[in-house]
């Protein structure tokens, strides 16, 4: 799928649904943000535009302590245990966490909405749902071991 069929479609949609972006043109990239309702409060939302795919980069407005990386690396680890769609990825230079949802457009004709609206809000609902654990483990407030159960018993079911 060309990458302007990919612009167009995603511009459709977030129009559609009257989000606020910016378009980057030189690095085929959309720029917004998103509020959640966790301790992150909001989060920044990229999405990069490729040759037959794009990537979907959700990232929290936090950075994890250096002194803290053992811990987050560990609750990121759980969190990322069997899931379906993405991953957490944790840049341990820096202590950036950002959630990563990858579309193959390949041989498409066309991007459905739904399928542009799951690419978005899975990363959006994965940091609201983690990221009050991430929070308090980038301040190094807590452990992964407790704030992944707390996840899991308020959900009453294991990661997906």
Known sequence: MDTEIMLNAIRDYLDDNEWN??????????????GLKCRLHTVRIFIDLKTDYYLVYVVAPINA??????????????????LINGNFELDVRDGEL??????????????????????????????????????????????????????ENKDGQDSE
């Open 21 to 34: 972006y910016e378009y980057d043109a030189e690095h085929h990239l959309i720029k917004m943000g998103l």
């Open 65 to 82: 302590d250096k002194d803290n990386l053992g811990e987050v690396l560990r609750f990121v680890a759980r969190a990322n245990y069997g």
């Open 98 to 151: 950002r959630y990563k949802s990858y579309v193959n457009c390949e041989g498409l004709d066309t991007l459905p909405a739904p399928i542009i609206e799951e690419s978005i809000h899975c990363g959006c609902a994965m940091m609201n749902r983690y990221g009050d654990g991430f929070a308090a483990l980038a301040m190094g407030f807590s452990d992964a071991d407790t704030e992944i159960d707390k996840v």
